[in-house]
């Protein structure tokens, strides 16, 4: 069975500081992997996807991923937050084929101090 | 591009009645997701349907069902509701796995 876990609940950072946001998934088979962003009331925008190929991944909004096949990780950073960045951030997996469900984690509340 | 527009945006049933929420795709996905999400928890797969045909559902009971339209709309439908039905119910379309997901704004249902 696929599981994701996202160790942290809440990260405080304060404003241009960088920020690292931790997601580690289990699966017996291959998967993708997704971070999305939450604004509060509304729905989950895609931040950016680890299909294969290069592990580190480019997203919207300044902000990369790090696809580690090793220690199955896909941590999510960016080197300087702005206030506007303060949202809830979902790791997700899916299958490759079929139902490609995700999955997701918790979800880490990003809150960004002036 | 229209991306996934849901409706309505906020409802509120009374437990043991039923609801039916809409969920209009992005032009040219074929794949239609939904996903309850609780208060404070990440998004639970309910069911996906692919070209009118269910084929994946996630661990809920048969009394949510759902339809996918010809033109790839489709509708979530949930019988004798509980008071933990409450929650943000989202629709989200695709084209094929490695495409990603889009998702609508969702639909926050309350039951009291």
């Known amino acids: 069975a696929q599981s994701v876990t996202q160790l942290d609940s809440q990260v405080p950072v304060f404003e241009e500081a960088p920020v690292e946001l931790r997601c580690n998934y289990s699966?017996?088979?291959?998967?993708?992997l997704f971070w999305y962003v939450q604004y509060p009331n509304q729905g989950l925008q895609l931040l950016l996807k680890?299909?294969?190929?290069?592990?580190l991944v480019k997203g919207i909004n300044g902000f990369e991923a790090e696809f580690n096949k090793s220690q199955t990780s896909f941590h999510l950073r960016k080197p300087s937050v702005h206030i506007s960045d303060t949202a809830e951030y979902f790791c997700?997996?899916?299958?490759?084929?079929?139902?490609?469900?995700?999955?997701f984690g918790t979800g880490t509340r990003l809150k960004v101090l002036a | 591009e229209t991306g996934v527009t849901q409706s309505p945006t906020h409802l509120i049933k009374t437990r043991g009645q039923q609801v039916t929420l809409r969920c209009s795709s992005q032009?040219?996905?074929?794949?239609v997701s939904w996903y309850q999400q609780a208060l404070g928890q990440g998004p639970q797969f309910i069911f996906q349907y692919y070209r009118e045909e269910e084929n994946g559902r996630g661990n809920f009971p048969p009394r949510f069902s759902g339809l996918q339209f010809p033109n790839y709309s489709s509708e979530l439908n949930v019988n004798a509701l509980e008071l933990d039905d409450s929650a943000l119910y989202l629709c989200?379309?695709?084209?094929?796995?490695?495409?990603?997901?889009?998702f609508g704004s969702g639909t926050r249902l309350t039951v009291v």
């Open positions: 699966s017996s088979v291959s998967v993708y």
């Open positions: 032009s040219g996905h074929n794949t």
């Open positions: 989200a379309s695709s084209y094929g796995p490695a495409s990603g997901y889009t």
């Open positions: 680890y299909l294969s190929g290069s592990t």
């Open positions: 997700a997996v899916s299958f490759t084929s079929g139902t490609y469900k995700y999955i």
